[in-house]
């Protein structure tokens, strides 16, 4: 039996260029993005930071310099197809065609089907699904023609545990089709397509007035773990499957929540 294992050395992204959407957080706080950004920087990326707020953008790219890694700071609206083709174009200018892209903007949006209003619905599924659409189309020809890469989109649990949030359970549904249908056509070009789905980890997205003390023990306490995941606990996996550890895995759903969704709703 041959020793030789084909993932040695997967979690070296040294000479790989890696673009992450929604790199940027209020403040100092850790957002899932703002995490895999920090993390393929530690790991030796050249990572771009793609964000529609100069000041959030600015702060991930400030963090990965003081640490001696190397990032530059795209401003730009996911949403708008121009500017993910002058983000495509950025990122060969800057350091060359990028291998990694993770699709992380996401907003959340509660209602049901009676209480949200049409124009609302269009903008989330813009903001949440067709965001990864517009960016991938744009940025996947420079990574094919560099010989393929990992793409990880960032979904979420309310996918498959629907709770008050329709238009965005919903959004985060698609996410999970987008991911396993880019899979299967990109495979060929040699792009693995993945999906993180979080559960109600600790970052500045939920860190709102309407945040109490209470809701956020609630929310930690329905992980079977009773542990509070945060932006770093979907960073390490978002790392992982864009890593070449992960060169055998794609078109799949990561649950990363505590044990949120194995629980039985019969308690
Ligand atoms: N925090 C949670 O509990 C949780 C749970 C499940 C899924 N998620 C998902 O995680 C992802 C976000 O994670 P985060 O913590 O980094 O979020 P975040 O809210 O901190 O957002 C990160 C950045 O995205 C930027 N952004 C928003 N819309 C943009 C646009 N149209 N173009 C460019 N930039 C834009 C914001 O300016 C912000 O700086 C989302 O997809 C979200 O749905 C989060």
Redesign the pocket.
Known sequence: MSREDPTKGGSDFRGRVAVV??????GD????????ALLLARAGAEVVI????EE??RGTVEMIEEEGGVADLFV?????DD?CSSLASFTVDRFGPPTVLI??????APGTVLDTEPDFWDRVMK??VA?MYLVSRALIPAMAGAGGGSIVN?????AIRPKGLTP?STS?GA?VSLTRAMAVDHARDGIRVNVV??????????QRPTMTPEIRER?KNASALRIE?T?WD?GRAVVFLASGHARYITGQALVVDGGVTVLSPVR
């Not at 793609?50 to 707020?53: G, L, P």
Request: net charge positive; charged share 15%.
């Open positions: 959407t929604g790199g940027g957080a209020r706080g850790i957002g899932n993005g703002r995490a895999a793609v964000d529609r707020n959030a953008g730009g609206d996911v949403t708008s500017d699709n992380n903007v996401g907003i959340g903001v949440n965001s960032i979904g979420s649990i309310s965005y985060k996410v789905l979080p559960g109600p980890v600790w970052t500045p997205m939920v929310r995941g932006g979907i």
